[in-house]
């Protein structure tokens, strides 16, 4: 198993990192979870949210696997993709990543798991 520096590197030299996400939701659920939540009395802002009062706003998500460049510079990493022909990105410091075979992993605050790994060609 290599250790979380030299995964780190390995993300850092790849031309492409994949990035995918466990649990969450994800953009392909969006307009499933909409219909849902509408026939719940939730109100719809098409493209936005949906919501219900001030303290409960769902918005749309990322897409569950996406590919792009993972590039670390001290302490921090930044992950960028291309989507709709916009460059995204999203940023996390190293420590919160944990090794998962050949693997990093980042539990989000929702439980949601993003695993970045080398694409395969």
């Not at 939701?25 to 109100?43: C, I, M, S």
């Not at 918005?59 to 709709?84: C, Q, S």
């Not at 693997?103 to 080398?118: H, P, Q």
């Amino acid at each position: 198993m290599k250790t979380k520096k030299e995964l780190l590197a390995a993300l850092n030299r790849a031309e492409t990192v994949c990035a995918t996400m466990t649990g969450g939701l994800a953009l392909d659920e969006w307009p499933a979870l909409v219909a849902q939540r509408t026939a719940e009395g939730w109100t719809h802002v098409p493209g936005k949210r949906v919501e219900l009062g001030p303290r409960f706003v769902l918005k749309p998500a990322i897409n569950r696997v996406r590919h792009g460049v993972f590039r670390v510079k001290g302490a921090n990493y930044t992950f960028m993709w291309l989507e709709d022909g916009s460059l995204l990105d999203s940023h996390g410091n190293t420590a919160n990543l944990q090794v998962a075979g050949d693997t990093l992993e980042l539990t989000m605050f929702n439980g949601a798991v993003m695993s970045y790994s080398v694409a395969n060609p």
